[in-house]
Every structure is written in C-alpha cells, then in structure tokens.
C-alpha cells in the first residue's frame, strides 16, 4: 500500500474525513450461491460491514480449512451452485470417499433463475452414491408487506416445484429454502414461509426445509419456535480453526446441535486422501448433519470429522490459497495471548491475539493487541461490543502497523504506510497514538483494506477473508484499496 494515500485518498483537514478519489463500484446479480448475502446482511446496523458478535455469523477472519483436520465438525454436507461448473465426476467420487454424504445442488432463484448445470451436477453426484438435495433461493418479492411476500413465496415454489419435476426429483426430494435476501423484510419472512412450504406440499413437494443464518434465527426473522429448529440448516461461520480458538468452536459444534445441520465453513478445501487437482484448487461450502436432515444417517457417533488425521498441531497448504499439494508443519504453543509457533523451515516466532471491537454508534472497528483496552472499552460505553479474536500478529518485526486518531471525529485509521502517517499527521486533527500491532512478512496471510464514503467514520474496513472483501465489493459499494499487512 504504498504511497496509497497519494493515489486513493483525499483528506478534509476540517473534519478529518477521508474520502476515495476512485468511483466506487456497484453491482447486481441474478445468481446468488448459498450464503452470498450473510456477508454483508447487518448492513444497516454495521456501517455496511458484518459483525460477528455472537461468535460467527461472519467472521472477517476466516481460515482456509482442510478436510483433512480431524478437529473440525463432520464434512457430511457440499452444497453447489453454477459456480461449481467446475466440478467432473471424479471430483464427486472423491467427495464421497472423504466422507461426504449429501450434495446440496442450487435449483432455482425466484422465479427468473434455473441453474443450467443443475441437471449434470445432480446426475454426477447420484452416480458417485452421493445422496441429493436441491434448494432455491428465495426471495419473496422485496418488500416489507406480508401479503406482498406470501404472494411471491407461493409463486416462487410453483417455480421450484416445476423446476425439480422437470428433472424427473422424486416427490420424497429434500426442497431447501434459502433464506437470506435482506432485501426482503425481516417480519415477512417466517409467515412468507409457511406459504412457501404449503404450496411445495401442494405440488406433492412435502419434504421443504430451511436454510438461514445463525443471526436470522436470533432476530427471529425465521423463527424457529414456529418453523422448528430442526428444521433449520443454520450458518456460522467462525474465526480460525477448533486449533486456534478452541472454546468457540467447541461452543458452536455444541449449541447448534439444536438445529438440524451447521454449515460452519465457506473455504473448505478437501485435500485427503484419494482428492482431485480440483478439490484442491477450489474451496466448497461444508457443514455437518445433526440428526439426518438430509436423509442419510450417519453412522458416525463422533462429531468431529474421523476422515481427517490432524490433531493437536496445525498442517497448512504452503500455498495460502492452497493450490498446492506439499504441506509444512507447525507446532503451536499459547500462553495467554501469545502463541509461539516453530516451523520446521524456520525460527521461532511469537504471535499476539488481535482484537475487534464494534461501536454501535460510530459504526466503527476497533483494532487493538491489548487485552485491557479490549475488556475496558466494553465497561465504559455500551456502545461497544467485543466481536472476538480477529487474527494474530507477531509480537515485533520490522514492518509496524500503526494506529491513528482523530480527535474531531472519533475515527481511527490502521497502515503501516509511513507516507501515509506523514501526510495525514500533517492534517489538522489527525495525530499517531501508538504501534497497533506488527505485520507478518509477506507469506503469510494478506489483510485487505477496504473504503466505503457510506461508513462514516468506519469508511476503513480490514479483513483477511478474500469472501468478504469480494462480496462487499461486489454488492455493497465498498472500494479495494489493496493489501495493508500480513498476519499469521
């Protein structure tokens, strides 16, 4: 990011604002994959970017995961869309022999969409003994009238129902409904749904489920009460790893066993044994299966993924991306917020928690290594709420991200650009508070710094999730400034 500031930013010394000098990008589609829009859903609420207060929902530190860690849940569950065009029919075979049970294939959205590969990927995964089950996206009209969203809700099965009989699904046929458009009103949804699932049954479709986040049900937009919590496949996604941030998954794996499925990850990557170039190269959408929501019994007592032979310390790709099939491995040691991790090709090096914090007023994230402030912040105003461990960055190196302030506005701004520190300290308002924290050098993984004019005083959004960055691009109107740093 350097010299950013000369070619991104331009500064008003009156108010310490900071605006984009590129346009900002907006975008629409008619295809939306399962779980597009948890990315961005509490918009409204966090200056257009996600929390994950309750542990998840959507973290902005995903990990890149690998099917064969035995610490995490079950990969019973893949489910596809026309993205997945990608995928021949040794990739399915290979989903089933690392233990994957059921394939979740997108069928229709609305009443406008019908996935031209649907018909293929089904007829792939059936014939690798993988079990089948198709979901619509759904929107019910945009809108916050009930009536409105009931009327849309009944032509939207009649679309599916038709979609699924072309294709010849046997009325026994698992019907997802994928909830999850904001831009449907939160009140309409449980009641839209009820219509939504009565008219599949009319259509002799009597097997209708339901697929939302794991705030949607908090919010009680689907209401679980209602519907059944069992027959809700609930998404959360979380920070790390069950390695890394033990109590959270542990916590997760147990409390969303109310529901009948979990999807916990977004970037699984299936590199077992018996795995294709494709399944490597490319991340799919995995959950685990509760209590046969999708029609297949597991035969597995455990929860945890007993296809998987990690335990105890970490294998990572030597690829971020995991393009790659070599693996390095690292022993991991925490000691209160510091992790010291020896690998076989290089030193020790000490790592620090990173923390993040959400003021609901400012709409801003706060960034912070120290555990005081992160405690404190919290019993000084309700305002701020303490979202979890964001990443981990080492304890000293040579590259110092810094933290600046600005007194007539409240905001805070994270670089480790020292152009970027000169030419906004010599702004009226601005001042450097302190290092924040240090980057990693340059293998490990990018933290990517995003601007959005909209945010107000959280115009500055940091993530190391690739899904995230992309979708708040794409849909949001938020502007890519680059790489910021590096993390652990």
């Known amino acids: 990011m350097k010299n950013k500031i000369t070619k991104l930013l331009l500064v008003s010394s009156l108010s310490c604002a900071i605006f984009s000098a590129q346009g900002v990008l907006a975008a629409t589609t008619t295809n939306h994959s399962m779980g597009d829009s948890f990315a961005t859903q509490l918009a409204s609420q966090t200056a257009l970017v996600p929390k994950f207060a309750r542990l998840g929902d959507t973290a902005t530190s995903l990990y890149n995961l690998s099917s064969a860690d035995s610490t995490l849940p079950r990969t019973d569950v893949v489910d596809i869309a026309s993205y997945q065009s990608w995928m021949t029919q040794a990739d399915f075979n290979s989903l089933k022999a690392q233990g994957v049970q059921t394939v979740v294939v997108k069928l229709t959205e609305g009443t ?6 649907a018909a293929s990927q089904i ?7 993988l079990n089948v089950a198709v979901y619509h996206y759904a929107i019910f009209g945009n809108t916050s009238d009930q009536a409105t969203a009931n009327a849309a809700a009944v032509s939207e099965a009649d679309y599916f129902a038709a979609a699924a009989k072309s294709l010849n699904l046997p009325s026994t046929t698992i019907m997802i409904e994928d909830a999850e458009n904001s831009s449907t009103s939160g009140s309409v949804w449980t009641q839209a749904t009820q219509s939504f699932q009565t008219e599949l049954a009319a259509q002799a479709y009597s097997n209708s ?3 939302t986040s794991k705030t949607w049900v908090t919010n009680s937009y689907i209401n679980s009460t209602t519907l059944g919590a069992s027959n809700i496949w609930i998404a959360q996604y979380l920070y790390g790893n069950p390695t890394v941030n033990p109590t959270s998954w542990g916590n997760a794996l147990t409390n969303n066993s109310v529901y009948g499925a979990w999807q916990y990850s977004s970037q699984m990557y299936f590199n077992g044994s018996n795995t294709t170039s494709n399944l490597t190269n490319n991340r799919l959408d995995v959950s685990i299966d509760y209590s046969n929501f999708f029609g297949v019994t597991n035969s597995s007592t455990s929860l945890n993924n007993t296809n998987g032979t990690t335990s105890g310390a970490t294998t990572n790709s030597s690829s971020t991306n995991n393009t790659s099939n070599s693996t390095s491995t690292n022993t991991t040691t925490t000691t209160g917020n510091s992790t010291s991790t ?6 020790t090096v000490s790592y620090q928690n990173i923390y993040r914090l959400y003021n609901s007023i400012t709409k801003e994230h706060l960034y912070t290594a120290d555990a005081n402030e992160m405690a404190t ?26 933290r600046l302030y600005c007194s007539k506005s409240g905001e805070h701004l994270y670089t ?14 601005w001042k450097k508070e302190v290092i924040a924290f240090y980057s990693a050098d340059s293998t490990g993984t990018p933290a990517f710094r995003l601007y959005n004019a909209a945010a107000g005083i959280g115009a500055h959004f940091i993530t190391t999730s690739t899904t995230e960055r992309d979708n708040l691009v794409t849909y949001h109107n938020w502007n890519y400034e680059g790489i910021a740093w590096y993390v652990k």
């Open 112 to 117: 406008y969409y019908t996935n031209p590969y």
């Open 416 to 429: 480790s650009d020292t152009n970027e520190v000169t030419v906004l300290t010599s702004m009226n308002g």
């Open 377 to 402: 912040l919290p019993k000084l105003s309700s305002a701020w709420t303490y979202e979890g461990i964001a990443w981990q960055s080492p304890t000293t190196s040579s590259t110092p991200v810094y």
């Open 123 to 129: 007829q792939m995964a059936q014939a690798a003994g």
């Open 209 to 211: 489920k339901i697929y």
């Open 342 to 347: 020896t690998n076989n090709s290089s030193s």
